[in-house]
């Protein structure tokens, strides 16, 4: 990326997929300017799935058409299409990028994945945040085809970097058409102002969903979500894909005092419920999130947080839980974490819980799950 040439731009996952689709449209018009090459590296295979169809018309079109993945076993591609496999730990692991080529047009797209997130994002895949450019020029999609060709070739058949050679052949023998920067400028000023339009569209519906919440729920402590909003934005629903954005979860089961139902009916018990959520949300950053998943248990959904920051956060939760006792003296109170920082996709909510019973049987105020196998990016 520093060796690009490029003004880097700092790019969200929906404009990304904006820019892509747009790149897609223009490799599938009709025009006498071929052959037509197009790669893609799409991180992961449930992205690539989502496009599948619009693959396989390209695959029908171009010369060559290459898709890049992360995975452990070749993917069935569309007829015409090569697959690339791509090692979870080396850097291409983390590109987000989509070229097409002909002699006489090219357009590219180049991200890398920061693997963190904007806090007002409808959800974390589409508020997922990267470090790219994109360009509606010839010779920018000549260098990354050339770029692409020297780091991948030694994996695609020799019939397939014969097509790509013959192609760049093609390309270097004419000059670019003139007026690309007059189509790439209409084309910024169209993207700038959707990102405009989608970061306004974020905020607003941000705070329509802290106004929805219940009463109850709103008063305890800012940030508290409801479990479901808490769901759609983790992406429980929707294209996601394990092994791109690390997550922290903690989930924290609070020991109920004795005589809990006799002081049920008491006035004070809204407020230790309060002191409870905010000891529980306390220092939470504008990107997290904490939900009540039950009376006494809650989860904290922290992107991007290190395994160490979210013990040291578990143990916080620890120590002001009990120092809650100053405040209300008769009221012993205590709490179980978990913790796990995970890749995966849907968050493994359900372990988080099964670990807290078994936290609790044994006394543990707080335990890890096993860490995960899966390779972060170079």
């Known amino acids: 990326m520093q060796d690009s040439g490029h003004d880097i731009e700092r790019l969200t996952k929906r404009t990304l997929v904006g820019v892509s689709h747009a790149i897609e449209r223009a490799a599938l018009a009709a025009a006498e300017d071929g052959p037509l090459v197009v790669l893609a590296l799409f991180q992961r295979l449930p992205y690539f799935e989502r496009e599948r169809a619009v693959y396989e018309r390209i695959a029908g079109r171009a010369a060559l058409t290459v898709i890049g993945l992360v995975d452990d076993h070749s993917p069935a591609l569309p007829d015409g299409a090569c697959a690339v496999t791509l090692d979870g730990g080396e850097d291409l692991a983390r590109e987000w990028t989509v070229v097409a080529l002909t002699p006489r047009f090219g357009a590219a797209l180049v991200a890398y994945d920061r693997e963190e997130v ?14 790219g450019w994109w360009r509606f020029r010839r010779d920018d999609a000549l260098h990354e085809t050339i770029r692409l060709r020297e780091r991948l070739a030694d ?9 790509l050679d013959s192609v760049l ?8 058409t003139p007026g690309e920067t007059r189509t790439e400028a209409a084309m910024r000023l169209l993207v700038e102002r959707l990102d405009r339009a989608n970061a306004r569209d974020d905020e607003l519906r941000h705070h329509l969903e ?62 230790e419920l309060q002191a409870m959520v905010a000891a529980i949300s306390a220092g939470l950053r504008p990107v997290d999130r904490v939900t009540r998943l039950a009376d006494n248990e809650f989860l904290l959904v922290m992107p991007t947080l290190s395994a160490d920051d979210a013990l040291a956060v578990a143990y916080r939760i620890g120590t002001d839980l009990g120092n809650l006792s100053s405040t209300y003296p008769f009221v012993p109170f205590s709490g179980t974490a978990v913790v796990t920082v995970t890749r995966r996709r849907p968050l493994p909510v359900d372990e988080i819980r099964r670990a807290l019973d078994w936290a609790v049987e044994q006394g543990v105020p707080v335990a890890t799950l096993p860490r995960e196998d899966t390779p972060s990016p170079a």
């Open 210 to 271: 802290a106004a929805r919440r219940p009463a109850a729920e709103a008063g305890l402590a800012a940030g508290l979500a409801d479990e479901a909003v808490v769901r759609r934005w983790a992406g429980f629903e929707g294209t996601t894909a394990s092994g791109t954005l690390p997550v922290a979860l903690i989930g924290v089961r609070i020991a109920e005092p004795p005589s809990t139902p006799e002081r049920l009916a008491r006035r004070s018990a809204a407020r």
């Open 169 to 176: 052949g093609r390309v270097r023998d004419l000059p670019a």
């Open 155 to 163: 994996r695609l058949p020799p019939a397939a970097v014969a097509a």
């Open 118 to 131: 904007t806090p007002t994002a409808r959800t974390l895949e589409s508020g997922r945040l990267f470090d």
